[in-house]
């Protein structure tokens, strides 16, 4: 049973930071199977933010790109998020995902994903 545990969430002010986390059972990152941040604001489609393929490139949602950092650590089967600059735009809810397989390529549409996390909510104030 895989069971994916996202942490890290909070309130901050625009240009803050926060770094989220996603600790897994019963699935081993290094297994380098691909696997993804996503997040959904109210009333709008689950978007992919970053994913990690199974050569360990990394790749971003332009909206993103340059204030966001995937990263992975094999040996405590956790992967995070670091957001810097944050902006009011990025308020949602922020899951982690796995897809259970290797792939290679930017995986960053949900359909392309098995296992999720129940979410971690952050909230970006002006």
């Known amino acids: 049973q895989v069971h994916l545990m996202e942490s890290g969430g909070g309130s901050v002010q625009a240009g803050g930071s926060l770094r989220l986390s996603c600790a897994a059972s019963?699935?081993?990152?290094?297994?380098?199977?691909?696997m993804g941040w996503f997040r959904q604001a109210p009333g709008q489609e689950r978007e992919g933010v970053a994913s990690?393929?199974?050569?360990?490139?990394?790749y971003y949602a332009d909206s993103v790109k340059g204030r966001f950092t995937f990263s992975k650590d094999n040996a405590k089967n956790t992967v995070y998020l670091q957001m810097n600059s944050l902006k009011p735009e990025d308020t949602a809810m922020y899951y982690c995902?796995?897809?259970?397989?290797?792939?290679?390529?930017?995986?960053?549409?949900?359909?392309?994903?098995?296992?999720w996390g129940q979410g971690t909510q952050v909230t970006v104030s002006s």
């Open positions: 019963g699935y081993s990152y290094r297994s380098n199977y691909c």
């Open positions: 995902t796995a897809m259970g397989k290797s792939c290679y390529y930017r995986a960053l549409f949900k359909d392309d994903y098995n296992y």
């Open positions: 990690i393929d199974s050569g360990n490139r990394i």
